[in-house]
């Protein structure tokens, strides 16, 4: 292969090591880098193909960065320029880029938190969009990556990781991380109401060095019920499983059903939809720049209009046609992808099949709907229809939980648009576009902030706590 070194800027070889607790970057050599693109290059390479987050073999390897690119890595020779007889083009790049090695036991959440797209979630490509700059991120080991970037943005990722970690180089030019910041964690909590529990549980917390920095509590007359939801911050050594052992004491004498939750970690969601595509759109938006305290680890649909736009999001598409005679096998194949990803909400983003009785009691309070009608009017099909029908000045959105009964689950969050006699029920359709995805993404963060509570048919939602809706990224 030709040296088109002349190519490329002069090697950019930074002499500063990042080191901190449990996080080492340094620099990453390789010897040899070819990009190799073509309609069948992932069938046509004889390497083993290295892709997110399998680990890669040792000896030469190639990374997969989309369907028709690959970079091999210390790879046999190759002839540069058009390959005609395998429909290949070839190109040396071991002089464009530069690599990094991110290793020790919070490499990889280190990396999640400069991360585009969710690592949680397998994908074919190691592409990224890493510390707001375009990379490759690969594993070479257990807890030891690969982050590569173009030689034209090296300097400006080592200014990002050196911003990123907000330290200034040592004397030795060593970088040290203090892992000075505080763990965030809620406490929920529903009981039977009586005297002492708001005291009971601030005291608790107090003793365990912690600093409450929100609350939120409701005392409902009619059913005797308490809630209530407290943010703080851990400023002592204490985990989620020395908190949650010490306030078993706490909790038995009130009767007490409580949860902890680390608020850093983001609830694993499924999303369905079938041929209406503006919630999802606006869910995988807000999902990309971390606007929702949600992972999306699979979207389910029983058509293929979306499977494109899912792909290229990185995350797995699964196809599953439902109709009357084969519904029980598709609702178990449904379930299946929710257990085997992980995920704790199932979100009905304009999917419109019905779902079973065994499986809405299965998931009770852990599937949302978003429904296009102000509820409890117009419920069932074409409200929109029905709403011009009645003539009414004011459409709306309804985002509930699922039960048996049609539309009848407990309402998380509601709004409305004004609408006027001129208007059509097409044009009722695109005016609740909007609504209804604003809706069902405040439903959303409501639920996976922990912020909504079954009370009956009715939820109590308290109001998100100060900095919960600032997105990790501008867009």
């Known amino acids: 292969m030709r040296n088109d070194s002349h190519k490329w800027d002069k090697p950019f070889s930074p002499a500063a090591t990042l080191r901190g607790e449990g996080i080492v970057i340094s620099n990453l050599p390789f010897w040899q880098l070819c990009l190799v693109s073509g309609p069948r290059v992932r069938e046509q390479i004889r390497l083993p193909l290295v892709s997110w987050p399998e680990p890669a073999p040792g000896g030469p390897y190639a990374i997969s ?9 210390d790879g046999p020779p190759r002839p540069e320029g058009w390959d005609e007889a395998q429909a290949l083009a070839v190109s040396d790049v071991t002089d464009g880029y530069h690599g990094f090695i991110v290793e020790g036991p919070q490499a990889l959440a280190f990396l999640k938190k400069g991360a585009e797209l969710s690592l949680a979630v397998g994908s074919l490509s190691a592409a990224r969009l890493m510390f707001g700059l375009p990379a490759i991120l690969y594993r070479l080991t257990e807890d030891r990556y690969a982050l590569i970037f173009t030689r034209a943005h090296a300097d400006a990722a080592w200014l990002a990781l050196n911003s990123y970690l907000n330290q200034q180089p040592a004397a030795d030019g060593s970088i040290f991380i203090e892992d000075d910041m505080m763990t965030s964690y809620c406490l929920t909590v529903t009981c039977r109401s009586t005297r002492g529990i708001v005291a009971a549980i601030s005291t608790y917390l107090a003793s365990k060095g912690c600093n409450l920095t929100d609350s939120s509590q409701f005392d409902d007359a009619e059913t005797g019920m308490f809630f209530m939801r407290v943010s703080f911050v851990s400023e002592g050594e204490v985990g989620l499983a020395d908190l949650k052992e010490g306030f078993e004491t706490v909790a038995q004498p009130f009767g007490i059903d409580f949860a902890f939750h680390d608020e850093a970690t983001k609830m694993k969601t499924v999303i369905m939809v079938s041929r209406f595509g503006h919630c999802l759109n606006d869910l995988l938006y807000r999902w990309r720049i971390g606007a929702l305290p949600i992972d999306i680890v699979a979207v389910v649909s029983n058509h293929l209009d979306y499977q494109k736009v899912v792909v290229n999001h990185d995350i797995p598409f699964h196809h599953i046609s439902v109709t009357k005679d084969n519904k029980p096998e598709a609702e178990a194949r449904i379930m299946k992808v929710v257990e085997e990803a992980g995920a704790e909400l199932i979100v009905l983003a304009r999917y419109m099949q019905i779902l079973s009785d065994e499986m809405c009691q299965k998931m009770s309070g852990r599937i949302i709907n978003i429904h296009h009608s102000f509820l409890p009017s117009f419920k069932g099909a074409n409200p929109y229809k029905q709403a011009h029908a009645r003539g009414v000045k004011l459409i709306g ?24 006699h001129a208007q059509s029920p097409e044009d009722y359709v695109s005016l609740g576009r909007d609504v209804e995805s604003q809706v069902l993404a405040r439903a959303i963060h409501a639920h996976a902030s922990r912020r909504s509570f079954l009370n009956g048919n009715k939820t109590v939602v308290f109001p998100a706590s100060p900095g919960s809706y600032s997105s990790e990224r501008m867009g």
């Not at 960065?65 to 890595?73: C, F, G, K, N, P």
């Not at 039960?403 to 004004?418: F, H, K, N, S, Y």
């Open 397 to 420: 959105a309804t985002s509930h939980y699922v039960t048996a009964d049609l539309d009848e689950g407990p309402i998380i969050e509601q709004d409305t648009v004004r609408v006027t």
């Open 65 to 73: 960065l989309r369907r028709d690119r690959v970079i091999e890595v």
